[in-house]
């Protein structure tokens, strides 16, 4: 059949931005999608012929349906995510509309842990840093490198004990450090130590790990006081979302000498890293690589597929957000 205005659509699947190879692959091989152009003249083009056939959107968290895209397709169903993260979707609006959402828990958990405790060890022992002082030939120049704080055996807040959280708290139980936690509710099943907010676990810890969720409800939640309460010997690590801690704040805090360091894979406006981070060099900055393991990846794109099938088989998900 044709349509007047344009090709007649493939199905009823979206895709919405770059997504790993084995689900782009299968989802133009399998189920015909429709793609979702980056340009925003064909994407208006687009929306105008396709919107009101889109069912089913499969899209990064950090992409997402925003409020907009959602409110340009009258007949979504559903979204499904490729990651654990879905910040980027209203979900709000998808709530309020019934739409049901699916992410990739679990399998990304050990590689996101590796890197908060990566980012954690370096931060305090700057090993990066050290690395660029020998590359530059500083070593041999400038005699031995200067030392550096101590990382076992320390206290350590983790902000957000979900899934993530509590596997960092697993590793740096292993390097002898002592758990604090702070979360929406306390976790029963648990010996480390709550503290009733953020600010209050930043006063208690040496060391801040963020691994809440993205989104509004955590926008900004390590604000200038709990920087303050994190203090001059404070550290914080961030492999949650750029926007869960109050960027300028951040840099002010970390410029002024009244925070020792940070550890970064999430920035507020990615892939922008704000230039003063760049500068300082008692920061340690990864391009948002938690999950960016080949075997890690993998397993998030055969679970992308997995609730996608599921969906379009029968209406249910494999690994739906509540
Ligand atoms: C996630 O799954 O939310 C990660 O940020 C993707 O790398």
């Known amino acids: 059949p044709t349509r007047p205005g344009g090709p007649v659509p493939r199905g009823p699947v979206l895709q919405i931005g770059a997504l790993h190879p084995l689900v782009e692959d299968t989802l133009t091989a399998e189920h015909s999608a429709l793609r979702l152009p980056a340009d925003p003249d064909d994407r208006e083009d687009f929306l105008d012929r396709h919107a009101g056939e889109v069912r089913v959107a499969v899209c990064s968290g950090r992409t997402g349906v925003d409020r907009e895209l959602m409110g340009r397709l009258p007949r979504l169903e559903a979204v499904v995510h490729f990651g654990v993260g879905y910040d980027g979707t209203d979900a709000a609006g998808a709530a309020a509309r019934g739409i049901r959402m699916s992410n990739t828990p679990d399998v990304l958990t050990d590689a996101v842990a590796d890197t908060a405790l990566a980012l954690y060890l370096d931060v305090l022992r700057r090993f990066s840093a050290a690395d660029r002082f020998v590359r530059r030939g500083a070593w041999e120049t400038t005699g031995n490198y200067p030392l550096t704080v101590h990382a076992?055996?320390?206290?350590?807040?983790?902000?957000?004990?979900?899934?993530?959280?509590?596997?960092?708290?697993?590793?740096?139980?292993?390097?002898?450090?002592?758990?604090?936690?702070?979360?929406?509710?306390?976790?029963?099943?648990?010996?480390?130590?709550?503290?009733?907010?953020?600010?209050?676990?930043?006063?208690?810890?040496?060391?801040?790990?963020?691994?809440?969720?993205?989104?509004?409800?955590?926008?900004?939640?390590?604000?200038?006081?709990?920087?303050?309460?994190?203090?001059?010997?404070?550290?914080?690590?961030?492999?949650?979302?750029?926007?869960?801690?109050?960027?300028?704040?951040?840099?002010?805090?970390l410029e002024d000498g009244r925070l020792a360091g940070a550890g970064l894979d999430v920035y507020r406006a990615e892939p922008h890293v704000p230039a003063p981070l760049r500068r300082l060099e008692n920061v340690v900055l990864l391009p948002h690589v938690g999950s960016a393991t080949v075997q890690t990846r993998r397993a998030m794109a055969e679970l992308t597929l997995r609730n996608l099938r599921s969906w379009l088989a029968d209406g249910t998900l494999v690994t739906p957000v509540d």
């Not at 139980?173 to 503290?195: K, Q, S, W």
């Open 152 to 253: 076992s055996g320390r206290r350590v807040g983790i902000l957000g004990l979900g899934r993530i959280g509590r596997a960092v708290a697993h590793r740096l139980t292993a390097l002898g450090c002592e758990i604090h936690y702070h979360n929406r509710r306390p976790v029963p099943d648990v010996e480390h130590r709550y503290h009733g907010s953020p600010a209050e676990l930043a006063a208690a810890v040496d060391a801040l790990v963020v691994a809440v969720p993205g989104g509004p409800d955590s926008a900004a939640l390590v604000d200038a006081a709990v920087l303050d309460a994190l203090g001059p010997h404070g550290f914080l690590v961030n492999v949650a979302r750029g926007a869960v801690v109050d960027e300028a704040a951040l840099v002010a805090a």
